[in-house]
């Protein structure tokens, strides 16, 4: 019946000094900036002859990260529901694919499409067997990962695909909006967009309450089911698009595109500060986890580090910035 | 007093957190054998206490004795070896494993060749069992079991790793009353075996019926130890909430709800799953009905049902009048029915959400500014809902976790009443809750009512459904057995009778 908040007694002085208040200040909710800018500052340093700060470099890093961006935005929303969703690399592949075979036999807006309903029944098929038959979302996901790289293989008989369609290519990925990569304004549509809609929307307030006790959404009328299903068919979406990028940047379409992304994408997650046990997210945050995921990868291929160098460094500092990140 | 007879004894402990002082100067002993029990409002100190005995904290200074000894626990392994057991509110057994396996659990006897010898573990449960005289199947999975199994089985652990003093914080929440009676029992046997037990409950009639001696804490301070045959309870409330409370929990003559007035709330033939059954009654605008009945007598099975999170399997529900379907919280909340459900943490709360967060949560709708939630208005709207309902709390964007378990509940209810529900159910509102927020939150209940909402109150403290109803109806085994006016209860004595049945 009493469960004796054992906190409870913190909170006896309602009136409490500056001091307190900074002391209580909740900074490693804020430890991926800190992280940011060491990591820049080291590289700068370290690497200003190879040419780390040209701006030439500082776009590449963006553009390199763009798709890890965008299927970033939309496993925030998984992860701060409580749930995972391991299927995105393979259906950002699979979309590619889809994408690519509809352009060459139909064009433009079907090739779009295409790759549109990879996510649309990817992702539904992931939320229907979450909420409505209540499997846990790490296994329907990991088996929906094998599932859509293998149909991505063997539509194609793994063979890529080639994307001839010029505007195509320019509006996924390849072509500029003046000075600034197409990549770069992807992604920072999707941050836009995902930042709104989670902090300043009534849908974002109720997967937060979801996934940070979903008990209490249910008495609160909050239809938890429908946000679970919601919140992945996003992520697959989501993940779809991301395919699409890789088409238009790589100009083809192939299965392994997006391999490995989920790890990626839970990392710059986790990394952004959004908590693996639902109930807090920040695309800011997330945008943040996958720059510094990025600015890694090409500081460590400056430093002239070999590839299976590259993974034990950046696997040291994911964990030690997660460790520094996490709750007490 | 013979500092000898004490198994345990804390001197002048101080304990701060974040530089809030909670514990200052606190003495506390314990005699070998005796129930001693511990009292203080919400925010007294007296989990931090027993967390320090426990040694899941450390006192900031101050000294423990366990049997005249001086002892440094700084672990909870320490605590168990210097004799320390708990009985968790929150029951910390594995629930797939058996009673046995539980009660060895991390003390597993082992066999040839260091394996477990899992009926070693059953003998020794055994052994246990008939010690405690209580009759528990050792080879049962503790998961098929009843909360009172959970709990017999929780202190067989104790005492199979040789407590000599048990701590039970709450322990008759969640059981019916003839368990109630069955641990009452049990403890007794203990005392006279020479365990000694720390006894924490906001029930006087327990600590009466139990405790040889009861500490009161106020404030992080002793306030006295005294052998409860020389303190009157008025005594104790009074050290407790520090102030003379008079008259709260007496029942106050409300103006008399006309039979002419048509229904809000009228419920016919319903049933819900094996513990609503064939119940039928109406609630009239300006009505405080109470719901009455031992645990498992359906009455929050009745309110989930109201309130569309259980399934209707026949009947009928009319809000004004006018046939409603009920199948999803959402439809009863549309409908204009809240409920304030019985365990806050888990089902009212989102915990590590802002106050304000959860303040608004079925709000959103009212904040909206083309689409987006508009920060402003939500400030204002938060903001006029603490302190409608004097909400204790330094900040509204404040985690809701930390605030004391009286405070967290006021949220609960602003949180519902924000949604100005036309009826509205409280499942144990004053659960857990200080003596001072009770009798607030209890004139929260009439005002609610002379406003012209209807109520429905749910509780197991009788004293308090006395407070407030006008009419109670007595729930058995899902079905209404009795349905009484206010005015025909003599007292409490009256309905405890009318509960069991009798």
Known sequence: MSKTNTIASRDTGVSRTLGTILKELDWRRYVIYIGFVVVFLFFAVLLRDQGFLSPNNLLNIFRQTATITVIAVGMTYVIACAEIDLSVGSVAGLSSVCTAMALSQWGLVPGILAGLAVGLVVGSINGALVSLLGIPSFLVTLGMLGIAVGVAQWITASAPQPILNDTFNTLFGSGNFGPIPGLVVWSAIFVAIGAVVLNRTRFGRQVLATGGNRNAADFTGINTKRIKFQVLLISGMVASVAGMLYAGRLQSGRFQWGAGDELSAIAAVILGGTSLFGGFGSIVGTLFGALLIGLINNGLILAGLDSSQQQVVRGVIIILAVALARKK | ?502
């Open chain 2, 1 to 502: 007093m013979n500092t000898a007879d004490n198994v345990v004894q804390m001197r002048s402990i101080f304990k701060s957190f974040n530089g809030v002082s909670v514990l200052k100067d606190v003495g506390f002993d314990v005699r070998k054998g005796e129930v001693h029990a511990l009292a203080g409002g919400n925010g007294a100190g007296k989990s931090t206490l027993m967390k320090i005995l426990q040694g899941v904290y450390q006192a900031d200074a101050g000294e423990i004795l366990i049997g005249g000894k001086q002892a440094s626990i700084t672990s909870i392994h320490d605590a168990k070896a210097a004799g320390i057991g708990m009985v968790f509110q929150e029951f910390s057994l594995v629930p797939s494993l058996t009673v046995a396996q539980n009660i060895c659990l991390a003390a597993e006897p082992l066999g040839r060749g260091g394996l477990i010898d899992d009926r070693a573990a059953v003998r020794r449960a055994t052994e246990v069992f008939a010690e405690m005289e209580v009759d528990v199947d050792p080879s049962a999975e503790v998961s098929r079991l009843g909360t009172a199994y959970w709990q017999l089985t929780e202190i067989a652990k104790a005492l199979s790793q040789n407590a000599q003093v048990l701590i039970m914080d709450e322990p008759t929440a969640s059981l019916a009353r003839h368990e109630c009676e069955a641990l009452f029992e049990l403890i007794d046997r203990l005392k006279r075996r020479g365990i000694s037990i720390i006894y924490i409950s906001h029930r006087m009639d327990e600590v009466y019926r139990l405790a040889d001696r009861i500490t009161i804490l106020r404030d992080g301070q002793h306030l006295l130890t005294k052998a409860l045959s020389d303190v009157t309870p008025e005594q104790i409330v009074e050290g407790i909430v520090g102030k003379k409370v008079e008259g709260d929990l007496s029942y106050r003559a409300r103006n008399e709800v006309s039979h002419e007035v048509e229904p809000l709330l009228e419920v016919r033939g319903l049933n819900a799953g094996p513990r609503v059954r064939n119940v039928s009654f109406a609630l009239r605008p300006g009505e405080i009905l109470g719901l009455a009945g031992l645990m498992g007598s359906g009455r929050t099975e009745l309110a989930r049902a109201l309130f569309g999170i259980d399934k209707l399997d026949s009947g009928q529900v009319l809000i004004r009048g006018k046939a409603v379907s009920l199948s999803s919280p959402q439809q009863a909340i549309n409908a204009g029915v809240a409920l304030i459900p019985e365990d806050r943490r888990a089902q009212g709360l989102v915990l590590e959400h802002s106050v304000q967060d959860n303040l608004l949560l079925p709000l959103l709708g009212q904040i909206r500014r083309g689409g987006l939630l508009d920060g402003s208005k939500a400030k204002a709207l938060s903001t006029s809902l603490i302190k409608r309902f004097a909400v204790k709390v330094a900040h509204p964007h404040r985690p809701v976790r930390l605030l004391s378990g009286g405070n967290q509940q006021k949220v609960v209810i602003a949180k519902w009443l924000g949604t100005d529900p036309d009826i509205l159910i409280l499942d144990e509102p004053t659960a857990g809750v200080d003596i001072g927020t009770k009798s607030e939150i209890l004139d929260m209940i009439r005002e609610l009512a002379s406003a012209g909402k209807a109520v429905i109150v749910i509780s197991s403290e009788y004293p308090e459904l006395l407070a407030v109803s006008d009419r109670v109806l007595v729930l058995k085994d899902g079905s209404i057995i009795r349905d009484i006016p206010r005015s025909g209860i003599a007292d409490e004595e009256y309905l405890q009778l009318a509960v069991q049945g009798v």
